[in-house]
């Protein structure tokens, strides 16, 4: 896959980033080469000293251009660097009459490979760009062979640290921009596939709560008629047939029903619950089933709107398994915030059971209660054992 086969904010990102570590090593290489410049300059005996105070302004100028030029980058801002770097190679040639000392003959290396010489790291690509690298190039040299003229032979291991300075620039340039599309290309598979994985997963989660859905509601209503449904008015079962066939149609057609719930009661968005609302509701619909709930406690449930709606349908399916496997037809809630945490108890004196033998990942009480009260930052405490009721502990914290 090529950049141009990106999405364009794929493409974007990836001219930035590229444009970005360019111009991070352009001013790297430049700054380093002017920095050892300053310091060869200011050696003792290096040169006079006026001539000295000159060439460290002239740096002090490169320097400042190098940086305007990789912060704000400007065709303006490449020249001007490129030729204070030459006047500064002037300014400690001249004064020497050509004949370079060690400290002199460094400093004009230094500025010839990177304090100009980086400039090509930026210059690679397009073809225009590779034209002017060209030219800077050339210039340089020429520059140098100019100034050179009648000196000592030792100025060719010069040309050939400027020559090194300028191939290992352009070849760095070269090898990031052909190499950062292959780094953008994994980044962006890599992107995609945690996308898809993600969107796999919400759509699991989904799944899996329409499961907790059917069991907390369409398997009880087909679980009390295939017990006849005794105990329980016609008109209770006629309406919750109803309620529940709606229920289905909705999740067949792909919608996410709110509430997210059948039967007679409704989740509130606001902050507060209060008992003569759902909570009293729900003391209806199970009353018509036969199950008669006493309410203890607080009259409010300060929750927000998801937390809410996992603590309510983890409380009914609480009081469904206190209908359908205890035994008895009455179950005590307990309601309690204490400003940091919302706490309900569901107690009966049913049959009870040995929590140990739920097993594991059984949709039901593992699922619709712990599993859902959990996954909202909750947690749930069961105590029970046979013949000795069960008592559900459902703590939200806010």
Known sequence: MSPSRLSPEERDRFSWQLARLLYRTTRLFGLTGTAVAAVCVSMPDAMALPNAVSCLALLAALAATQLLMTHRPHTLWLILAFSIGLCTIAAIYMPAGGQLNMATGSAIAAIGAWGIGSMATILVSSWGQLICLGLGFASTVAYLLVLSIGTNPRTGLLFAFVLAGWVISTLFGTWLRSSFPRVMRRISSIGRAHNVERRASETEAQ????????????????????????????????????????????????????????????????????LGGTLEALRGRFGSMGLDIDWHGSGQIGLPGKKLEAFILALSE????????????????????????????????????????????????????????????GSVRVFSAPSAGTTVVLEMPK
């Open 207 to 274: 799944r899996h709560r329409d499961a907790r859905l059917l069991h907390d509601t369409v398997l009880a209503t087909l679980t009390l008629l295939a017990h006849s449904g005794v105990g329980v008015p016609a008109a209770a079962l006629r309406s919750q047939a109803q309620s529940d066939g709606l229920l289905l149609k909705r999740l067949r057609l792909g919608e996410t029903p709110q509430p997210r719930q059948s039967g007679e009661y409704t989740l509130t968005n606001t902050a507060e619950l209060a």
């Open 318 to 377: 609480c009081l469904e398994n206190v209908r359908r496997h205890s035994g008895v037809n009455e179950a005590h809630v307990t309601l309690s915030d204490d400003g940091e945490v919302v706490r309900g108890v569901v107690t009966d004196a049913g049959s009870g059971f040995d929590p140990a033998t739920v097993p594991h990942g059984k949709l039901g009480f593992a699922d619709s209660v712990v599993a859902r009260v959990r996954d909202s930052g």
